[in-house]
Nanobody, 128 residues
Framework: QVQLVESGGGLVQAGGSLRLSCAAS????????MGWFRQAPGKEREFVAA????????YYKDSVKGRFTISRDNAKNTVYLQMNSLKPGDTAVYYC?????????????????????WGQGTQVTVSS
């Protein structure tokens, strides 16, 4: 069983920054592909970013490239999402997800169906 707990959400003005954290349980965290997704009110959940076990390979949603950075610290069992230059359109509940079945990132990880564990989410609100 894997538990994921997100933190770091909040209210920020447009142009500001937030850093989300996701703490994971499980002795083999370093073998998981980790992802961040978000869901805005009235919209479907969408992919934001993903990272391989080795912190070398990453994927990003086009609209966040250059603004968001995903990273991980396997020693701390934690994955991060640094969000800069935030826009009102980034307002959503942000979810951390883990694919415990594979270490290597693939295009499949852009879909939420690739992940088998999810956190409870953390709210990010960007005011204009």
């Amino acid at each position: 069983q894997v538990q994921l707990v997100e933190s770091g959400g909040g209210l920020v003005q447009a142009g500001g920054s937030l850093r989300l954290s996701c703490a994971a349980s499980g002795r083999t965290f370093s073998r998981y592909v980790m992802g961040w997704f978000r869901q805005a009110p009235g919209k479907e959940r969408e992919f934001v970013a993903a990272i391989s076990w080795s912190d070398i390979s990453t994927y990003y949603k086009d609209s966040v490239k250059g603004r968001f950075t995903i990273s991980r610290d396997n020693a701390k069992n934690t994955v991060y999402l640094q969000m800069n230059s935030l826009k009102p359109g980034d307002t959503a509940v942000y979810y951390c997800a883990a694919d415990t079945n594979i270490q290597y990132i693939a295009l499949a990880h852009l879909a939420d169906s690739a992940y088998d564990y999810w956190g409870q989410g953390t709210q990010v609100t960007v005011s204009s």
